[in-house]
């Protein structure tokens, strides 16, 4: 398997999907896809751009490690493995058009709404519903307007809220233990479709520095992808320390001393595997499916 997808990252592959910082290419084997991560970094709804070296790597790795912790709290995935240094392989699902995001402390887009102090902590975890489209700038939804417009039925809307705290829950213990606090962070689910046209919820996308908020538990110093978006420092730097702090990358780091990506190190990085992936048997959504999308 490994030899087959590595020939065909660098073969011509059919591209399904081009956004701000991955691209989707058709799969090897019938529902899956590859997930490509780039180096390009926005903000602001992509009014601020820039191609950081490096960048893509990292999330890579970061995200294939933590879908697959996740996974091994029952939280069913779209990750499979990692194939090379940008590129992982995926199931293939229908995205659900939600961004849903978890907020332990406030910061970004709260503080603005709201007049919230930054770095105050909530009395609870917060769970709020963004509408996912670029061109209306994701804006801010409740769950009524989500089960009004059939986004998600109230069957996906109970497992997706029970999902989020899950991972909210195993996440803060595991950044806790390497010295970071969690401040916030986004997931977006898909739907896959059995045999029998039952259906299953998996998280989907990606959980890096660029959708979680870390701040260093001693210093508060910004170590995500906030460090672009208001100019606190080098984007790859904090990257590297959240990796670094995980024991994904080698002590020294994946950058060279002119600031590029050390190509041969971050070459031999071991692939990661979600084997448990491979042996769950998934849980169905108790309710009448809908129709599968066709595209």
Known sequence: M?????????????????????IIYEGPEPGTVIQYFKDDATAFNAQ???????????????????MTKLEGIGIPTHFLRSINMREQ??????????????????????????GVAEGTYLSKP??????????????????????????????????????AWRVNDYMNGLFSGIGLK??????????????????YLLLADEISPDNCRLWDAK????????????????????YQTIASRLGLIPEGGLMSADGKLNEEVAAQLED???????????RAVKKTPKQRNKV
């Open 2 to 22: 490994s030899s087959i997808l590595n020939d065909r990252s660098s073969a011509k592959r059919t591209k399904l999907y081009e956004g701000k910082a991955k």
């Open 48 to 66: 601020k751009k820039d191609t950081i070296a490096g960048k893509g790597v990292l999330n890579n790795r970061i995200s294939s490690h933590i």
């Open 89 to 114: 392989l995926v199931r293939k699902v229908d995205v659900i058009p939600l961004e849903v995001v978890v907020r332990n402390i406030a910061a970004g887009s709260l503080c603005k709404r709201l």
């Open 126 to 163: 917060l769970v709020e519903f963004y509408y996912k489209d670029d061109k209306l700038g994701d804006p801010l939804i409740s769950e009524d307007h989500i089960l009004t417009f059939g986004w998600a039925d109230p069957y996906e809307m109970e497992e997706i809220v029970s999902m």
């Open 182 to 199: 969690l401040v916030d962070f986004k997931l977006e689910f898909g739907r896959m479709w059995g045999e029998y046209d039952e259906l």
């Open 219 to 238: 210093t508060d110093e910004k170590l995500d992808k906030d460090r672009f978006r208001h100019d606190l420092g080098d984007l790859v730097d904090g």
């Open 272 to 282: 990661i595997e979600n084997d448990l992936a491979k042996k769950r048997k998934l």
